[in-house]
């Protein structure tokens, strides 16, 4: 249910609301015990926090800054959900409730707006339906809070999935490059192995065709010796066996 609102300007008259830019909007939501709980705020300036003052037979009470958070208000898109107010009464000032007029003030115009306290018959039906329905709704927020989360802790995932992606992409073009400059730098290795052994074999076959003709001019040296040898060899094979059979004749006569 909505309150009773009546605005008026600085100089206390009433003031057409299209002769202003305020737009001041709340109500008294319970007078629990002694404690006064409700709502204001300016539509034009939702980010303004507006002055609540309580008068008692037209006489300023208590006065308060309707500044705190109250999820059910964000919900219904009173602005950031912090245009709540609460006081706390004393016994007589609650006692003389029929006496009470509670009004809001804006501090940037001076606009003002009286807020209607309901009866307490119309607060307690009000407060029957209330309690349950904000007990819902507080579990439906925790519900879509919770959900909030769980999609920003998949999205840090799909993050963080996304950056091992990519490093192992990375990683596997290292090793590729690395695997790459590994072969050539084996090949060219091989090469250069094979360059020496080449090398290495023409100096070995330059140096056994130096040493064939070595033995060749060697085996030219040695001929004419060779030849003398033989003959002094086959002159003492024939004086040693003509020795051996002139013995062997002596022997023979000498029996």
């Known amino acids: ?10 100089d206390g008259t009433v003031s057409d609301a299209s002769e202003t830019p305020a737009k001041l909007n709340g109500r008294v939501d319970a007078l629990d015990g002694n404690r006064l709980h409700g709502w204001i705020w300016d539509e034009a300036r939702p980010e303004e926090r507006l002055i609540v003052r309580l008068m008692r037979n037209g006489l300023k009470v208590q006065e308060a800054v309707a500044d705190q958070g109250r999820i059910d208000l964000r919900r219904n898109g009173i602005g950031d959900g912090r245009h709540a107010f609460a006081m706390e009464l004393d016994d ?12 809001g003030v804006s501090p940037s115009t001076g606009v003002e707006l009286e807020l209607r306290l309901p009866p307490a018959a119309e607060l307690a039906a009000e407060a029957a339906i209330a309690v349950p329905l904000a007990r819902f709704f507080d579990r439906v927020e925790a519900l879509i809070a919770l959900q909030r989360r769980s999609q920003l802790t998949q999205k840090e995932l799909l993050d963080k999935v996304g950056e091992l992606g990519v490093q192992l992409a990375q990683h596997r073009q290292r090793e ?9 730098v084996g090949n060219g290795a091989i090469a250069s192995r094979l360059g020496e052994i080449d090398v290495f074999q023409m100096r070995f076959d330059q140096t056994l065709r130096a040493f064939d003709d070595r033995l060749v001019a060697i085996r030219k040296e040695a001929k004419a010796p060779l030849r003398q040898v033989t003959v002094v060899l ?22």
């Open 176 to 184: 590729a490059e690395t695997k790459q400059s590994e072969e050539t």
């Open 1 to 10: 249910m909505t309150s009773m609102t009546t605005m008026h300007s600085p």
């Open 92 to 103: 007589r000032t609650a006692a003389a409730r029929e006496a009470l007029t509670i009004v």
């Open 234 to 255: 086959g002159f003492l094979s024939g004086l040693s066996a003509l020795l051996s059979f002139v013995t062997l004749t002596v022997m023979l006569m000498g029996r």
